[in-house]
């Protein structure tokens, strides 16, 4: 029973990190309908940012969110800089996969060069040890779990009851529609690469902190349960992404406990390919079926 309650705790962690990535990952996609698998770079950029401003002695709080904010800015440079040029000149949906991955391969090969390709670790564990019905958390998981919930309900509250929320929404529904009712979409869509840079950046730097050891590779393993916690919830939904990483998360960590842990990730693909068989479009798929619907 205790393990269970381990891993149920452990799994948790691991939700919030995959919740966070996840959303970033479906929001950006879901109104600019561009496969940013460069996503990994900008989290393990922004993962190193915040490892330097610890160990220099910065607060963890702040450390964070300075490399959030860089991830944001990481993010609306590089869709700025690469991804729009190539969308102007009519670049296929194919050809832009291939031109995101090639973005990724540049990134980690820059960071890589700047920090080197050795392993990190931020050490002993921030804040005191929370002991929650048999389950210990260190303070950096609960720090970690915290600071999910907050990002996440301030997601959805942005989404859901702001001007700029209504114009993601509608803009990943029909663009066409959206600009004829006056939504400026390139504004928009600028600022949904920057807020989904941000979730990249807090993803890449709890990830850091609640891996014992990392190095440039460790964002890229994780990307592809990332992709996996998205296209379970549903391409495009936030909400479905959300609990398609709390389902994930939670299945991997008990799974790990009772099998083989370096295989843990089967397991998260099992229950997607599960999923896929009765649901196709993902559990929350509205995004999708609206644009099938208007198209």
Known sequence: MTELVSALGFGLVTAAILSVSAVGFTLQYSVSNVLNLAFVS????????????IVAGLNLWLAIALASLVGGCLSALINWGIYTPFIRRGTSTFGMVIVTISTALIGQNLIE????????????ATGRAVDVGGLVLTGDQVITMGIALVLMAATYVGLEYTRLGRAMRALSVNPALARAC???TGRVVALAWFASGVLAGAGGALLFLDTATFSVTTG???????IAA?????????RGAFLG????????????AYWI????????????VAVLLVRPRGLFSEIATLRQAVG
Do not use: C
Request: proline share 3%; no cysteine.
């Open 113 to 124: 060069a700047a920090v080197g390709p050795g392993f990190f670790s931020f050490g002993v």
């Open 261 to 272: 842990p370096e295989l843990k990730d089967v397991v998260a693909f099992a229950v997607l």
């Open 42 to 53: 900008i989290m393990t950029a922004s993962g190193f940012v915040a490892y330097g401003l």
């Open 220 to 226: 890229s393993y994780f990307l592809i349960v990332i």
């Open 245 to 256: 990483a709390l389902i994930l998360g939670v299945a991997t960590e008990v799974a790990g």
């Open 230 to 238: 998205a296209v379970f919830g549903g391409v495009g939904s936030a």
């Open 182 to 184: 006056g939504v400026d």
